[in-house]
């Protein structure tokens, strides 16, 4: 047992600390999967440059220990130094800080933490003589473990400080078991003392970066950071460093609720769907109504009653009130009730997850759950005196993807865009609105006739109706452009440099992109094939494994979410099944000897016939155990690869590390182009496309060596 602690140790330590390096980023970021691709991507190339670079430090096995906890001190400093970036950027609490400054922080913070991480993977190596199936197995073990350990006992239970003190307490120990020594001991102790201090300080850094918000509250949950901030009679809570509430704040509430359901204001039945705080307020003000509040978080009501007035918590108390903790599109899956009215007050779809309901199947879903003559209502952040072109783009393709499922689709113009839409009557005009107000004698503070007159003028929706009409794009599950626009629009608010970026991807022709990842992964094998030659070939399939295995594992998961809702709890049991598949394909290339081009060949027919098969089920209502096996069956093929890959590169000694860093080289790239250029451009099936010709040119690359070998025998 005690010859596996070490490189257990290693895969638990750095999926522990990877993890826990993003739950950190989020908050400060307000983390979409572009922010995660960074993250995840710089992780990779540094683990994939320490590997590489290992043997030119001259290191012995015997620094194993010292590297470990050296690793745990990096983790501490690494996440204290993301506590205070703001301050490194010049940027105030909440402040959105742009994708610039998440990039060069992401290359930073994971060359501090990852790049320790590929030089113990050699040396672990070098430590079991050239053993590189048992280090990849009890590697890839104990990652699947800390993503099980992190996910569900840690995150819900302590903040990202006191996960990391409790992750360093444990790894200690397991330092002493593999490499006991008196001196060892002594260092162990001093740094179990550091972690019990980091521990406790870990409230009053968010105080002092909150400065100068007075900081009421905050909780590290399975969703997310909520913080709850008070400025005179203003509460905020904030979600992952996003206002998700702020009370009081009648404007938000009042636009969020009275366009919708002045169209129908003697509607029962109201579904709100995410910002109840205040809405629910609102929505009570019809007699007739009673609201279902859909809200993922239970830990956002449960934080935000504490503070709240009694007559704000009589609103959410009040019996024509039900709240249901669930995904929205879950909800509207499990259920079977129909509405009146839909408000969907969620945020604007800066990450792919919250695009999901910005799409065509969400509204035909919604669809199904109003009344024939029912009104969905949703919001969009818009920019009156700038409307660049992903923003006309994106408020184009929330037009017509609304119009695709109903057939009136009607806009409130402002520095808010209201989308109505109904396949009964729609009636936007100032006569109608001020003529309910007055006849219902429903209270509101901004939405007047006063206002009104100036929102609604005629100029303002001919204006907006020209930038409406001009997009026919939809935005599909499958397909997810809007949170692509979206992206870039937020962009431009950082300089013009970011927004050209993402739109020079955006004009990618489609047919380029399905061959880029092929010439990318083979412009960086060239000056390996140059120096090596023909010796050095199976380690074009370690780049293609780590391409294809990153990008599966990452489109699996966006798939599981759309079909089956964000759902938290199920992400860490996706995520660990992968590396147990890594575990299990290891552990058979152990048991059962192949010779290793026939092990290549087989394993890149098995992923062929793995992404095909996800291809074909993509657009299908598929069980929810079928992602789970796609994600297994992927990391068993990974797991088998890597060793079949590596044992001919070390028999030609090629070095200990060189097949791990193609290998997380490949992977490094998935994760930086798959959420930001494959995904939203392509779509999904598209990029299983783009996989399947790259792995087709890996089988290629190898049947004439098994014929050769054939002929040689």
Known sequence: MKRT???????????????????????????????YGFVLGFWLLWGSVGSLLASKFRLSPSTLPNLYRITLLLGVLGLICLRFIRFFWGRGFAESLGVSAAFWTALASTCLLSFPFGVIFYLNVALYHGEIALVYLWESFGAGLAGLVVDLILIPRFTCWQ??????????????????????????VFLGLTLLVFWHFDYPAQEVVARPFNLLASHDGRFGRLQITKIEEQLTLYHDGLVAASLPNPAEAEETVHFALMQRHEAKKVLLIGGGFGAVKEILKYPAAEVVYVEIDPDIIGLMRVFLPPEERAYLESPRVKVYHLDGRAFLYKMAESYEVIILAVPGPATAQINRFYTREFFLLAKKHLTPSGVVSLKVASAENYQNLSLRRFLGMVHSTLGTAFSRVEVIPGETNIFLASDGPLDISLNYFASVLKKYKIDTQTVIPQVLFDRLNPWRQERLAKILTGSPEVNRDLRPRGYFYYLSFLASQFGLQEERLLGFFARIPGWFLLILSTL?????????????????????????????????EVLVLLWFQTKFGFIYEKIALLVSLFMFGLFAGARLSQKIALPPIKAILLDQIIFIACLSGLLLSLPLSVPGFVPYLFLFLFGLAAGHLFIACNSPLFKERLGYGLGYGLDLAGSFLAAVLGPVVFFPVLGLPLSVVSLLILNLSGLLAFIPRLVLDGKGS
């Open 5 to 35: 602690v070490s490189p257990f140790l290693l895969g638990f330590l750095s999926l522990s600390i990877q993890l826990l390096l993003l739950r950190e980023f989020v908050p400060q970021f307000n983390g979409n999967e572009v922010v």
């Open 163 to 188: 996960a990391m003190a409790a992750i360093g307490l444990v790894a200690l120990l397991l330092i002493l078991i593999q490499f006991y020594s008196l001196k060892g001991l002594i260092v162990s």
């Open 520 to 552: 990318i992964l083979f412009l960086i094998f060239c000056p390996f094939l140059l120096r090596h030659g023909k010796k050095v070939l199976p380690g074009w399939p370690l780049l293609i494994l780590g391409f294809t295995t990153m990008m599966a």
